[in-house]
């Protein structure tokens, strides 16, 4: 099953902020040009990866559970082998969905969001359906 246009512009449309976990420092990596795209379209952008101390002028926390904040949000930038993890990360620190970026799939982690009540979308970019829908939090 794949995301449904109503589901993408649903989470586009309702969450202002995006936890990105494994977001990069390293321009030249979709894990940094992204969140870089989405931060100047107007989200908020909260930065997970334990090797970096500030990546998008963000402070960067080592783990979801580390997150000072409700999370809402969770983008994925690795690979499908550590999604399932990431999903029960995501569910235990009370995220309301889960996004793994295109090329990122993952049975276990769908059925461990969805399980959850995690509103669940994979293999999709966020740039590619932001574009797409032309739904932006601010005008760019």
Same mark, same amino acid.
């Given at each position: ?8 512009? &649903?989470? %586009?449309? =309702? ?11 390293? /321009? *030249?990596?979709?894990?940094? !040009? ?27 926390? &080592?783990? %979801?559970? =580390? ?11 690795? /690979? *499908?082998?550590?999604?399932? !993890? ?55």
């Amino acid at each position: 099953m794949t995301a449904t246009d109503d589901l993408i512009e &649903r989470i %586009l449309r =309702d969450y202002d902020t995006i936890t990105v976990v494994g977001a990069s420092v390293d /321009p *030249a990596k979709a894990a940094h !040009d992204v969140p870089a795209y989405m931060q100047h379209r107007g989200w908020r952008i909260i930065p997970v990866n334990p090797h970096a101390d500030e990546i998008l002028g963000e402070p960067v926390y &080592r783990t %979801l559970a =580390d997150v000072p904040e409700q999370v809402g949000l969770v983008d994925v930038f690795r /690979p *499908a082998e550590f999604t399932p !993890d990431i999903a029960r990360q995501a569910v235990a620190a009370g995220a309301t969905a889960l996004w793994l970026q295109l090329g990122i799939r993952s049975a276990e982690a769908r059925e461990i969001a969805e399980s959850a009540g995690l509103l669940y979308v994979e293999d999709r970019c966020l740039i590619i359906e932001q574009r797409r829908t032309q739904i932006s939090r601010r005008s760019a």
